[in-house]
């Protein structure tokens, strides 16, 4: 029998996780106070996040961090998760590529926000806070980050893109079911929310959006802090158990990756599968190809631009040096709403514009189309997000099959689909449009977006 | 670090299902041509089932029958499944017992159905059978029929009891994701559907008339087969799986179960889990308690009789003897609905009626109590069926605090709820009802049901 997961006990679970800003060629450049134009020092963050995470935010001189001992204890519920081989993949694409993908989806949550949610969560509670915020989008992470704090004892409050709450009813629930409170965005119970609802009263809501509320719940309530499920560094930081434990899988299978492949948001499922491989490339050892797959309908990688931007709509944050759409984008409402967010992470676009990584669009039809095919040739349905980095694999198995070559491809399954049946829905019953934003659009919201000052004057 | 999933390789899958009919101390009496009244014989199943199943049914000779390697290299995809130590209810309720579930929720399908769909779909492509029939009433059948069929290429119509239909949206979009054609029953489609409707045009549906819908399809149309999956006792067979996996997991715990426990609908995943464990108390060599928890909407094992009655609403099936509240029982529509079945399977009736196992029956609030303590605690959302298992563990587990005592419980989660969201907001809310059925009603419904000639006169 050939074998097709490659498992690893929780013996195996990493003890550290992976902080590439220490070894990556060019470090990112500094998040800048929006005031002063001074660049942010950790102390400056600590009313919005917690202290740990603001530390490890700013860190680029400690390439291994380790991964505090209650937090693995609860990332075994669920780690090492499967790498498995997608035979039932290759055959249905006829191709002659090896085909992986890590299954981030079996964790309780359904996705790999959980590992970042549990390490949060876990400084949350050393540091005596009692509530945490968040945002949501596609209602993955909120759901992860209810039950990490449900694990900790601490309260969660969730501020969920509008039109996921109502395109997803269930991930409200899942949330509600470990004990958050979930209030769809734009709200009126914050001045940033009030503020986009008088402006556009049937605004379907944004990640940016969202930020900025549970931003301003968290400077304004006591003992209580900000967490955020993406783009962050300390969240790409958390993730990296993923990819150190697929680099042993890919040992196990006897192979190593060709082409590194994930869906890109904020970028915290790619960082943590493309990191820890990225760190040969560094040193020359390894020429493995790293591809972030975005929505053609919001698509900051390919065609945003990198300057320094604000990470949320209403501009409560530092600036980011970043490839963004500007922070006044309102992406479409397509039904992966976990990609629906204007900017990248600043250590993701610094890799991007130093050529260590690739970034392709994948139109909503062709990552729905590969999802179906992964649903029916494995098992396993995909959430709408995982669908673009499945989108992505098949457009080069399929060239593998062209140009008759093999080479290992290796994805991450960042979730399943079992509570976003209804886009599944919409897809199958021949509803769903193919959808490209155009470059007039994409101008017109950069335009609204331009912060005060250009990249080389403030940096 | 405690140790909290037991693993195994692969290589471990079962190579052999354990067939009970050939090891129990008095086995099941015979199934009965209801017009003849004579003992049905595998040749007179092969017009509804496919042959190697219907050979299976009736095989009170092999204990262990060999997995065909195909169906292992399926099992693959999601086998061996985790057996996890809960630490974290057992903490929740501060008890000395040291509760263990199988977690069948990690199939793709999310339940423990693959285990026998996979099989029937391998023994219905091997005979060169192009179309299979079910019915399904949480889904969770025929989600995984849809997958086990679309693996082998065969074609799959399911009828889909109508509650369910309408209340689990999600799980007819998984069945049609992965190709099924699905109908909410009951239909007009069928002879036995339209009677039905007839009769009582706001009929929800139940297992009884899905069936019968099914079965006449089967049987009306050419190269056409019907798959069940539960009661029967292929069907139980194939899901034994499920405890020989276990067994070999408790090993590597370094404990053996005092308490089996699963939920009961029709018995597929209690048999699985039981009677692999089961074989060693007919030795002698355990004395390992084993509980059925069914709910107290449907109470066939605590309050049924045991007597020859037919499987389906219509009476197409054979006569089965078998714990039941009589075929023409319409159960309430609680939202548990794969457990809402008038019968037992035969083999589960005998071992009741012989005093192997016991039953408990549980009320849909504190099923629902229990899955929401458990998501809390374990961080999963279990199906609305699991739930009963949970609810009778912590019974038991509570008993052992009471007691001061120790023991080794082992539970099997069926399934997650990631798609019965909807019921847990019912819940949530407040709006969910404790129901137990009345003896009023039982009698009501049995006394609609009498089969022509006593159990005496037909065996």
Redesign the interface.
């Known amino acids: 029998?050939?074998?097709?997961?490659f498992?690893l006990?929780?013996?195996e679970i990493p003890t550290q996780w992976y902080n590439i800003q220490a070894e990556m060629p060019n470090k990112p450049m500094p998040l800048l106070n929006p005031l002063t134009k001074q660049a942010v020092t950790a102390e400056d963050l600590y009313p919005i996040f917690c202290r740990e995470c603001a530390n490890q935010e700013l860190d680029q001189t400690h390439a291994w961090i380790d991964i505090p001992?209650q937090v693995?204890?609860l990332y075994?519920?669920?780690r090492v998760t499967p790498l498995?081989r997608a035979y039932?993949l290759e055959k249905a694409l006829d191709t002659p590529a090896h085909i992986y993908f890590k299954n981030e989806s079996?964790s309780?949550?359904?996705s790999h926000k959980l590992n970042s949610a549990l390490a949060q969560a876990y400084y949350a509670k050393e540091q005596g806070i009692t509530n945490l915020t968040t945002e949501t989008g596609a209602g993955q992470w909120g759901g992860a980050l209810s039950?990490a704090t449900?694990?900790f004892g601490i309260d969660c409050a969730v501020y969920m893109v509008k039109v996921s709450y109502e395109q997803k009813?269930?991930r409200r629930?899942?949330m509600?079911?470990?004990?958050a409170t979930v209030t769809p965005s734009p709200s009126m119970s914050t001045r940033a929310g009030k503020d986009i609802i008088t402006r556009d009263p049937n605004y379907q809501g944004s990640l940016g959006t969202a930020i900025s509320e549970a931003i301003e719940l968290a400077t304004t309530t006591p003992n209580c802090r900000y967490a955020l499920g993406s783009v962050l560094n300390h969240v790409s930081l958390h993730q990296t158990v993923i990819g150190l434990e697929a680099e042993k899988q890919m040992e196990l299978a006897g192979e190593y990756p060709d082409i590194v492949v994930a869906c890109f948001g904020g970028g915290s499922n790619f960082s943590g599968m493309a990191f820890p491989f990225m760190r040969h490339n560094f040193t020359g050892k390894t020429k493995t190809r790293f591809i972030a797959a975005e929505p053609a309908a919001c698509p900051k990688l390919t065609k945003g631009r990198f300057e320094y931007d604000f990470g949320d709509e209403a501009g409560y944050t530092p600036l980011l040096p970043m490839f963004t759409l500007g922070h006044k984008f309102k992406p479409s409402s397509i039904h992966a709403g976990g990609l629906r967010y204007h900017g990248a992470g600043v250590i993701v676009s610094q890799l991007l514009k130093d050529g260590f990584m690739e970034a392709v669009d994948i139109d909503q039809v062709e990552s729905f189309n590969a999802g179906?095919l992964f649903?029916?040739s494995?098992?396993?349905?995909p959430a709408p997000e995982s669908c673009h980095a499945i989108a992505a694999t098949i457009r080069e198995a399929l060239k593998c099959k062209v140009e008759g070559t093999s080479r290992n491809i290796l994805f991450n399954l960042s979730g399943?689909g079992?509570?976003d049946?209804?886009s599944?829905?919409s897809y199958?019953s021949g509803d769903m449009q193919a959808y490209h934003i155009s470059d007039d659009e994409l101008e017109k919201f950069h335009s609204h977006s331009i912060v005060a000052g250009g990249l080389e004057e403030m940096s």
């Open positions: 029998m050939k074998t097709k997961k498992l006990p929780e013996s001992d693995r204890q075994a519920n669920y498995v039932g079996v309780p949550a359904g039950y449900k694990m009813p269930y629930s899942i509600q079911c470990f004990g179906v649903a029916r494995e098992g396993i349905i399943h079992f509570v049946m209804a599944y829905d199958l």
